[in-house]
């Protein structure tokens, strides 16, 4: 199973749509403390989120007790960031890859991305573009490591493909 992680997400529209993507593919949706909102039940309920419980979502205090618990994402991990010298259709994703996604304002953190130096991804973009939103590109690198792998457990064909005119 596919891991996204948001580290101290600040918006909380992209990580509504993030866990939107996570419930889609059945992705685990892990967010690093501090988070710039609250997602209490009631906040939940109160923004409408009815596909939530389809999340599986893990909070963490912060980067360590992260790995504490999973050190294996040290071994399967991808940062995503727009400093990163390649970009990630050079890479091969495995089904239970860690992609990790810093914060809107600021990105991963220097030494974050320092210690992982040969895991930084980037999407191509244009020179003058400064980023992407947040959940485009949770979104664009999710589905690539999906596609890598057959995009296991996902519907394959839609109700069009049963021969019925629309």
Same mark, same amino acid.
């Given at each position: 199973m596919l891991n996204l992680v948001l580290v101290e997400p600040e918006i909380p529209q992209n990580t509504g749509n993030i866990a939107?993507?996570?419930?889609?593919?059945?992705?685990?949706?892990?967010? $690093?403390? /501090?988070? +710039?909102?609250d997602i209490s039940e009631k906040a939940v309920r109160r923004a409408g989120l009815d596909y939530w419980p389809l999340v599986d979502l893990h909070v963490w205090d912060n980067l360590s007790q992260l790995f504490d618990a999973h050190p294996e994402a040290a071994d399967s991990l991808w940062l995503a960031t727009t400093k990163a010298p390649r970009d990630y259709s050079? $890479?091969?994703?495995? /089904?239970?890859?860690?992609?990790?996604? +810093?914060?809107?304002?600021? +990105?991963?953190?220097?030494?974050?991305r320092e210690r992982f130096s040969d895991r930084c991804i980037r999407i191509p973009m244009y020179e003058n573009a400064r980023s992407l939103n947040l959940a485009n590109s949770v979104a664009i690198l999710t589905y690539e490591a999906l596609r890598q792998n057959g995009f296991p457990g996902l519907l394959g064909e839609g109700e069009m493909s049963t021969g019925r005119v629309f």
């Open positions: 939107r993507t996570a419930a889609a593919t059945q992705s685990r949706l892990h967010l $690093v403390k /501090p988070l +710039g909102f050079q $890479v091969h994703f495995q /089904p239970d890859s860690w992609l990790f996604f +810093g914060k809107e304002t600021a +990105g991963l953190s220097l030494a974050f």
